[in-house]
């Protein structure tokens, strides 16, 4: 299984951006798929997921300015950043972890079995 992660780039403070995450040997409509970040210096945390059965979760500090969402014919999935904050600068990555994942273990990056190479967000004024 292999996850590409892409679209990351520079947007200035209540810009938008769109990432997106590719994947092959797996479809992902049929697993937990999620959205992960990692600032320098700083864990890496959780952003947004949904699992097989489209059950949503999104960090607190994204809610309402994130969107994730999946082409199933690309077998593909999206993160919709709007509204960006400089704290939003982070690599983000894609992940894909088991299907029957709980909602409760969704924002937990060892549930995760597989993980894409991260796509760098900066942003700044």
């Known amino acids: 299984v292999q996850l590409q992660a892409s679209g990351g780039g520079f947007v200035q403070p209540g810009g938008s951006l769109r990432l997106s995450c590719s994947a092959s040997?797996?479809?992902?409509?049929?697993?937990?798929t999620g959205w992960f970040r990692q600032a320098p210096g700083k864990e890496r945390e959780f952003v947004a997921a949904?699992?097989?059965?489209?059950?949503?979760i999104y960090a607190g500090s994204v809610k309402g300015r994130f969107t994730i969402s999946r082409d199933n014919a690309k077998n593909t999935i999206n993160l919709q950043m709007n509204s960006a904050e400089p704290e939003d600068t982070a690599v983000y990555y894609c992940?894909?972890?088991?299907?029957?994942?709980?909602?409760?273990?969704?924002?937990?990056?060892?549930?995760?079995?597989?993980w894409g190479r991260g796509t760098l967000v900066t942003v700044s004024s």
């Open positions: 992940a894909s972890g088991p299907a029957s994942l709980i909602v409760s273990s969704m924002s937990t990056p060892a549930r995760y079995d597989y």
């Open positions: 040997g797996r479809t992902l409509s049929s697993y937990t």
């Open positions: 949904f699992n097989r059965r489209t059950s949503t």
